[in-house]
């Protein structure tokens, strides 16, 4: 190991948050991938995982819905999270589903799987812009991704 490795990992080391005060300051986020893309969802805006199941196609809905499913008991929208990201959909009965508390009802995203959780610092720098409104930051790799503005921007008429 060279000189400027040992360093480098020393000042690592030295740069982390001890455990409890990173305990106190952080929330944790599902990471769930779509095509290439790792994008995390706040865990409590997070319902349930599922497998999709049965869902009934909706005409003239927003490019984005996909169509309806009855989920945990409640009639909610399916988005298409791959139409979402610009990728084909890939409709199958056991897609995985995340369904996500909005402001007005439950949502349910389709996605190509579910992959961990991560903790999200809760001072994030807010990375919200008019092209990809619903994106609150990035974590290593992770899209954090704002719920409700989410909604709003699938729920737009294209």
Do not use: C, N, Y
Not at 9 to 18: E, N, S
Not at 69 to 98: I, S, Y
């Amino acid at each position: 190991m060279e000189p400027d490795d040992i360093l480098l990992a020393r000042a690592r080391l030295l740069a982390r948050i001890p455990s409890e005060v990173a305990v106190a300051t952080r929330r944790r986020a599902l990471v769930a991938a779509i095509g290439p893309q790792r994008l995390g969802f706040p865990l409590e805006r997070v319902v349930s995982v599922r497998a999709l199941g049965r869902w009934t196609p909706v005409p003239h809905a927003p490019a984005a819905i996909v169509g309806v499913a009855k989920l945990d008991g409640k009639v909610v929208a399916v988005f298409g999270g791959r139409t979402w990201r610009g990728l084909p959909e890939e409709m199958r009965a056991d897609a995985p589903v995340v369904l996500l508390t909005g402001r007005d009802s439950p949502l349910a995203l389709l996605v190509d799987s579910v992959i961990d959780a991560v903790d999200v610092p809760d001072d994030l720098p807010d990375l919200r812009r008019p092209g990809e409104p619903w994106l609150r930051a990035i974590i290593d790799d992770v899209l954090v991704v704002d719920v409700d503005r989410l909604i709003d921007h699938l729920s737009e008429p294209r």
